[in-house]
């Protein structure tokens, strides 16, 4: 299918970083060999560090080589995106370097320009002064910003406030890069698309809800950067939230960019806020250990290189969260998310309620509650768990649990086309997949309880071995209420 050909410039700030090198650029190469970016559009990496044309191609030929999929990488596609990419030196504390930037965009001053930062969120005010101080931020400009805004409400806000002096609200894409999964989108269309969802999603039907985002790499060299944000803050209170958001609003009324963000935005107001006995009972923390995974031997959080020993960071939260809603009220949402566990798993359950009656003889016939299982990732599918008789001939029927394939299953999903699709909308200017203002701030709102009650020790942080599922104490916060993680 031919696409309509976008010419903007994008410039990254941070463009040396880790996100752009494995992530962002990827995504742009993808865009521009798909032909969805004019080849006249301008990749403008900022970086501190100075270095030759020749260097750079050399740097982003090795990056892309690293990131990109294998077999995705072509080197005559490489050599015609690189004439693309035009490397700028700025440092963020010296305002007088945008004169560079000033000097390259202003060749092209008509064009749509998207700035994305994807920088600490505590350079993105003064980004974004420097921007207005060298009149670079016009009518058809775009800024992205990357999460997590803040550490807390009040940071989020102050960052926000700044951001906000020079950009319109409408000119601001907060990404979630979940938000561009295809499952994820899968999700309103699951929902809103089909009937037979329509009457059993509610508390009438459904038992409780799980959501999982397990990884099994750590930190992966960001240390410094992770230790200061955690579980909760780096995953929990965006990409959870978000996930949880897609399953319990009500319908929107139109796929309006706003329809969906005002439904989203009143379940995040409806989840029910923690009281510290909430938070001794219903949150738990921990770190990991040395342990193993793929045969391979593990070091713990504390001993890996540049760690502060002290560190009293979580690399696992899990939590039980219930909405005040009348269509949720009494049914649980768990959430887990952790780094170094066993395997990458992003997943979320949903349980159905048990048949209020069995005809069935119970000679071994175990009848399993539905589930509806929508996987993320490593791949893609959505899997309706159904009981189902087994084909024999025997005097007493048996019963058994079958899959019922609602998608056709993608395997070996990268997370780089989530960003495709979202770099995409900012190009469009479809800020739907992007989070408004309110919806940042009610997700902090809530967060925050729980940070503050962690602050304070109400729950201790507990321990797990590199390559398991989480410390024993996830598993108690979901047997305490006669469950089980889902685990197939
Ligand atoms: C990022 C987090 O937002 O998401 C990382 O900052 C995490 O710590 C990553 O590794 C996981 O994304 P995905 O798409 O691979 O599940």
């Known amino acids: 299918m031919e696409h309509h050909k976008s010419l903007c410039d994008i410039i990254i700030f941070g463009g040396h970083g880790d996100l752009s090198f494995r992530k962002l650029l990827p995504a742009l190469y993808h865009l521009y060999k798909e032909a969805y970016l004019s080849p006249d559009s301008r990749i403008v990496v900022i970086s501190r560090r100075d270095m030759t044309q020749a260097k750079h191609v050399e740097l982003l030929r090795s990056k892309m080589k690293e990131f990109l999929r294998d077999g995705e990488y072509d080197e005559e596609i490489f050599s015609e995106f690189i004439k693309r990419i035009v490397l700028c030196n700025i440092d963020f504390d010296n305002e007088k370097s945008f004169e560079h930037l000033k000097k390259t965009l202003d ?3 008509k064009r749509d320009r998207i700035y994305y ?6 350079f993105f005010g003064s980004i974004c002064k420097s921007l207005s101080a060298f009149k670079l931020i016009k009518s058809n400009s775009r800024v992205v910003l990357e999460k997590p805004i803040g550490r807390d409400l009040e940071s989020s806000q102050s960052i926000n406030k700044e951001v906000l002096k020079y950009f319109k609200e409408n000119q601001v894409y907060r990404i979630d890069h979940y938000l561009g999964k295809d499952t994820v989108q899968n999700i309103l269309a699951l929902r809103f698309s089909n009937r037979f969802f329509m009457p059993l999603w509610d508390a009438n039907n459904i038992d409780h809800v799980q959501i999982t985002v397990s990884e099994s790499v750590g930190v992966e060299g960001r240390w410094g950067y992770y230790d200061d944000y955690g579980a909760l803050r780096d995953m929990i209170q965006n990409h959870l939230l978000q996930l949880l958001c897609l399953i319990a609003m009500e319908p929107p009324c139109s796929l309006a960019s706003d329809s969906i963000r005002d439904e989203k935005v009143k379940v995040l107001h409806s989840l029910r806020n923690m009281t510290p006995e909430d ?9 990991y250990k040395s342990g193993s995974i793929n045969g391979e031997p593990v070091v713990g959080y ?3 290189e540049g760690a502060d020993k002290n560190s009293n960071t979580e690399t696992f939260a899990a939590l039980r969260v219930d909405i005040d809603n009348w269509r949720w009220i009494g049914v649980p949402f768990y959430l887990r998310s952790g ?3 066993s395997k990458k798993n992003s997943e979320i359950v949903i349980q159905f309620k048990k048949i209020p009656y ?3 003889p119970n000679n071994g016939n175990c009848i399993t ?7 993320l990732q490593p791949k893609e599918s959505i899997s309706l768990k159904l009981m189902n008789k087994i084909p024999e001939i025997t005097e007493q029927m048996r019963l058994q649990q079958v899959d019922l394939e609602l998608n056709a299953p993608k395997t070996n999903v990268g997370t780089a086309e989530a960003y495709q699709r979202l770099i995409l909308d900012v190009i469009h200017a479809n800020p739907t997949l992007f989070m408004r203002l309110d919806e940042v701030e009610a997700a902090w709102r809530w967060t925050d309880i729980i940070l503050e009650g962690w602050a304070q020790n109400f729950t201790t942080m507990k321990t797990y071995s590199a390559g398991t599922d989480g410390p024993s104490a996830s598993i108690q916060l979901i047997a305490q209420d006669a469950r089980s993680w889902y685990d197939e």
């Open 107 to 109: 060749k092209e001053e």
């Open 117 to 122: 930062l994807s920088t600490s969120s505590d």
């Open 369 to 375: 509650e539905n589930k509806l299982v929508i996987t």
């Open 302 to 304: 504390l001993d890996a």
């Open 358 to 360: 069995s005809i069935f």
């Open 279 to 287: 938070i001794r009972q219903r949150t738990v923390r921990a770190q």
């Open 339 to 341: 780094k170094r566990m």
